[in-house]
């Protein structure tokens, strides 16, 4: 059984920060193996990627609107991942999501499809 569990989403002003931590936990689950994603999903629209990161940390990848503002990274030690948010926008308010990728495969994957267990999601509402 592997969980994923999202914190740090909250309220905030046009401008402002927020970190998003993911924890990884799971008897079989070998944090260090997955490519992990963060996905996000506003009212009334498809799930899309946001950011992901390999399974060795190596190559890293945002969708263009939060290039810039957006860092992602992964502490294998702590086996979390971490989506630091800059300069938020309204538009970027929705349920953040993330997901770990367990195929091991060549390249990151930046669809939904990829990914085998996702977190609950954590609620970013930006106002302006």
């Known amino acids: 059984q592997v969980q994923l569990v999202e914190s740090g989403g909250g309220l905030v002003q046009a401008g402002g920060s927020l970190r998003l931590s993911c924890a990884a936990s799971?008897?079989?689950?070998?944090?260090?193996?997955?490519?992990m994603g963060w996905f996000r999903q506003a009212p009334g629209k498809e799930r899309e990627f946001v950011a992901g990161i390999r399974w060795n940390g190596v190559s890293i990848y945002y969708r263009d609107s939060v290039k810039g503002r957006f860092t992602i990274s992964r502490d294998s030690a702590k086996g979390t991942v971490y989506l630091q948010m800059n300069s938020l926008k309204p538009e970027d308010t929705a349920v953040y999501y993330c997901?770990?990728?367990?195929?091991?495969?060549?390249?990151?994957?930046?669809?939904?499809?990829?990914?085998?267990?996702w977190g609950q999601g954590t609620q970013v509402t930006v106002s302006s």
């Open positions: 997901a770990a990728d367990s195929r091991y495969g060549m390249v990151l994957s930046r669809s939904s499809l990829d990914y085998d267990y």
């Open positions: 799971g008897r079989t689950f070998s944090f260090s193996r997955y490519d």
